[in-house]
């Protein structure tokens, strides 16, 4: 209940909204009742009657009633799926920001897959239980109230004998959820599976087409995919035996009850209009019953999705990640490392490391592989802290700094060459929108890119295709 209250602490901004589909579900519940609430005056006042009029008066109220009842079913479905949509849009926008706030550190541990698929698979599910399992929450639960209220207007005995059933299907029906939601837990790890070895293998087409490796990775894929589907099949078998006891329960339950008041009527102590709109009563309630067990499992698919959505949501985000601190001044005379050592959770890598630069000059750090180079980048871009020692900035401990003024201040050219799906000019002035165009050409000529930019089919306007798959690999570079 918490996780599910969490998200609909999402649709609080749009109450109008929600004002308006809740008004639609209580209308939608209290006309189902109506039909066979007048199932008896069908029997009795008209049938038995021969009551003209009534029967008139009957066909237009039932013709009224399904008009109304299509209006606001409209206006439901309509009404909560905006919600659904808007509540997936916001958590989606939430998610992928806070990713960019967490520190490189959680990067390492999860792979892009993984978290691609929270964004898509995983949301998908949370908008099922929110939207869709709302709605017929909702609607089906205020149809079950009503039409149990009727049926124990028409007959309290057999109304309780109905009733009875429910909390041995209830427990039956929880039972399924929880295996339903550990069947999902499953899926969703499954499903960030399948997510990195596409990318994988689409990244790196090159390398598999030059080692003749299509099978191997379509083998690869397969097995994932396999996997996927079998877990997919279980949940779907779990889902499934739900409708069978539901059935069996109801059908035992109406096998007496049809028993006991055809005795009644029989003996005549009770109208054939009276029992058969009890019974069309019940009819309707078994509905509504194996709706709800349904959407009680796309509830518990959604909380399991809601689980991992909510659990990266809370992942600790350190103070100097949240922008805590003051303005960096620009740089005036030198970076220096004091006595700092660091290590990859229980790797250490760099030891009590103590370097002065001086502006102005151009330094190189040369070292073998895994010696730390990369890492010495990676400290004064407050991508890490120090795991022992300072690292400042004119004298200041750079923790006192807002990490997004220091890095406005630097410029990285990464050994891995990173191009954006964009047009060569936004690659160029990255994150700088309304960098001018004559700042962005002066940029390419110092990089020896300006001839073969300008002879690109659009020049600067040309779109490079992801990671820059349009280019050379020397073109890329520069």
Same mark, same amino acid.
């Given at each position: ?12 901004? &749009? ?26 005056? %069908?029997?009795?006042? %008209? #049938? ?17 009633? &399904? ?38 550190? #959680? ?17 998908? !599910?949370m908008q099922k239980a929110s939207a869709t399992g709302l709605r017929d929450l909702g609607h089906h639960s205020i149809s079950l109230v009503f039409l !149990? ?13 109905? %009733? ?46 030059a080692y003749n490796a299509e099978g191997y990775e379509s083998g690869r894929f397969m097995t994932r995919n396999r996997k996927f589907f079998d877990l ?5 078998? %779990? ?44 009819? !309707? ?144 002035? &990255? ?28 020049? #600067? ?18």
């Amino acid at each position: 209940m918490k996780k599910y209250i969490r998200i609909l602490r999402y649709l609080k901004p &749009y109450w109008r909204r929600c004002t308006q589909a809740i008004t639609c579900m209580l209308v939608l519940g209290v006309i189902t009742a109506v039909p066979p609430y007048l199932a008896k005056n %069908v029997i009795d006042d %008209v #049938f038995l009657a021969k009551d003209l009029w009534m029967l008139n008066l009957i066909a237009l109220v039932i013709l009224l009633t &399904y008009i109304i009842k299509g209006i606001f079913a409209y206006g439901q479905s309509y009404f909560m799926f905006w919600l659904g949509q808007r509540l997936v849009m916001d958590i989606r926008n939430e998610l992928y920001r806070h990713f960019h706030r967490l520190p490189l550190a #959680f990067f390492v541990r999860k792979t892009s897959g993984e978290l691609m698929s929270k964004i898509t698979y995983d949301i998908t !599910l949370m908008q099922k239980a929110s939207a869709t399992g709302l709605r017929d929450l909702g609607h089906h639960s205020i149809s079950l109230v009503f039409l !149990l209220a009727l049926a124990f207007y028409r007959d309290p005995f057999l109304s309780t004998i109905f %009733v009875l059933v429910l909390p041995p299907l209830g427990l039956i029906i929880g039972r399924l959820g929880s295996k339903i939601r550990k069947i999902t837990r499953r899926m969703q790890s499954q499903m960030g599976d399948i997510n990195t070895a596409m990318k994988e293998a689409f990244q790196a087409t090159r390398i598999v087409k030059a080692y003749n490796a299509e099978g191997y990775e379509s083998g690869r894929f397969m097995t994932r995919n396999r996997k996927f589907f079998d877990l997919a099949m279980k949940a779907r078998r %779990v889902r499934a035996i739900s409708h069978p006891i539901i059935e069996i329960l109801g059908g035992t339950g109406a096998a007496f009850i049809l028993w006991y008041g055809g005795y009644q009527v029989l003996t005549g102590t009770r109208t054939p209009g009276e029992f058969i709109s009890f019974l069309a009563t019940l009819g !309707l309630i078994m509905s509504p019953l194996k709706r709800l067990s349904r959407t009680y499992h796309t509830l518990q698919e959604g909380m399991a999705a809601a689980d991992s959505v909510f659990g990266l949501m809370d992942e600790t985000v350190p103070i100097r990640e949240r922008d805590k601190g003051r303005p960096a001044p620009l740089l005036g005379s030198e970076i220096s490392f004091d006595n700092v050592s660091f290590q990859y959770e229980n790797s250490p890598v760099l030891q009590e490391v103590s370097i002065t630069i001086p502006k102005g000059e151009v330094v190189a750090i040369v070292g073998q592989t895994g010696a730390g180079k990369t890492t010495i980048l990676d400290l004064v871009m407050s991508f890490y802290e120090p795991t022992s020692g300072r690292i400042l900035w004119d004298g200041i401990n750079i923790k006192e700094y807002n990490p997004t003024s220091l890095r406005s201040q630097m410029a990285v050219v990464t050994q891995q060459t990173t191009l954006f799906n964009d047009t060569v000019a936004a690659n160029i002035a &990255y994150n700088l929108p309304e960098t001018p165009l004559e700042q962005i050409e002066a940029a390419a000529k110092m990089a020896n890119a300006y001839e073969f930019i300008t002879a690109l089919p659009e020049g #600067f306007k040309t779109l490079i295709g992801e990671d820059g798959i349009k280019l050379s690999g020397g073109e890329r570079q520069r």
